[in-house]
């Protein structure tokens, strides 16, 4: 009698093992979901697109610009439960309130990260009442202005650095291998008192050129 094992390598046991499988982002299977809302808000009948100032006592990026949103916690529905759900606990608003417009790419970062972003509205008259614990003050733009707003951009350059013992031999040519390296674009949006960058600015790239 064939064991268990043994059965899996046969077309039909490997047709078992992927038949409801979902693909998913090869060397990312340990990466730390976040999901992010790009909050639009009618201020004085003019669209703006909302940021965050986040606090100053955060252990992480304290003070820098970005949307709201954060992990995917295990009790989330899904990704874009978790950007709105986090969207109403930083706004203070009810986040049965918020308008989901649809998702943009999903973005996997090289810090570990796999970043899924939503874009949502929120009603008129929502008061918003950021919670100081995460955030430090709301910041909005209209989105005619950024849509007209030119970003400076930079090339960064990376290239792989291997470890000492790392087996060259057993690559042709060794060290005159010719690895890839990789160019990343930075994004920087420059305003009167604040500057939105990195991986926000990314994702504000990628929302504005949907638009234009």
Same mark, same amino acid.
């Not at 992480?60 to 989330?76: C, Y």
């Given at each position: 009698?064939? %064991?268990? !094992?043994?059965?899996?390598?046969?077309? =039909?046991?490997? @047709?078992?093992?992927?038949? %409801?499988? +979902?693909?998913?982002?090869?060397?990312?299977? &340990?990466?730390?979901?976040?999901?992010?809302?790009?909050?639009?808000? /009618?201020? /004085?009948?003019?669209?703006? $697109?909302?940021?965050?100032?986040? !606090?100053? @006592?955060?252990?992480?990026?304290?003070?820098?610009?970005?949307?709201?949103?954060?992990?995917?916690?295990?009790?989330?529905?899904? /990704? #874009?439960?978790?950007?709105?759900?986090?969207?109403?606990?930083?706004?203070?608003? %009810?986040?049965?309130?918020? &308008? $989901?417009?649809? !998702?943009?790419?999903?973005?996997?970062? =090289? =810090?570990?990260?796999?970043?899924?972003?939503?874009?949502?509205?929120?009603?008129? *008259?929502?008061?918003?009442?950021? +919670?100081?614990?995460? $955030?430090? +003050?709301?910041? !909005?733009?209209?989105?005619?202005?950024?849509?007209?707003?030119?970003?400076?951009?930079?090339?960064?350059?990376?290239?792989?650095?291997?470890?000492?013992?790392?087996?060259?031999?057993?690559?042709?040519?060794?060290?005159?291998?010719?690895?890839?390296?990789?160019?990343?674009? /930075?994004?920087?949006?420059?305003?009167? *008192?604040?500057? $939105?960058?990195?991986?926000?600015?990314?994702?504000?790239?990628?929302? #504005?050129? #949907?638009?234009?």
């Amino acid at each position: 009698m064939r %064991n268990e !094992s043994t059965a899996r390598y046969t077309v =039909s046991g490997i @047709s078992d093992v992927l038949r %409801n499988r +979902n693909a998913g982002f090869l060397g990312y299977h &340990r990466a730390v979901e976040t999901a992010v809302l790009v909050a639009l808000k /009618q201020q /004085q009948g003019v669209l703006h $697109v909302l940021f965050e100032r986040r !606090s100053f @006592s955060l252990r992480r990026q304290p003070g820098e610009i970005s949307f709201p949103g954060g992990h995917v916690e295990a009790t989330d529905r899904s /990704q #874009l439960h978790a950007a709105v759900r986090e969207t109403g606990e930083e706004l203070g608003i %009810n986040q049965d309130t918020i &308008r $989901v417009l649809g !998702s943009l790419d999903i973005f996997p970062a =090289s =810090s570990g990260l796999l970043v899924y972003p939503y874009v949502g509205f929120l009603p008129d *008259d929502a008061i918003l009442r950021p +919670n100081p614990k995460e $955030v430090a +003050n709301i910041l !909005s733009v209209p989105l005619q202005t950024l849509l007209e707003h030119e970003p400076d951009m930079y090339r960064v350059h990376l290239q792989p650095e291997f470890p000492e013992d790392f087996p060259f031999h057993l690559i042709p040519n060794g060290r005159a291998y010719p690895f890839r390296t990789d160019t990343q674009v /930075q994004y920087f949006y420059q305003f009167d *008192d604040f500057v $939105v960058w990195g991986l926000t600015a990314k994702v504000l790239t990628h929302f #504005l050129d #949907l638009l234009r």
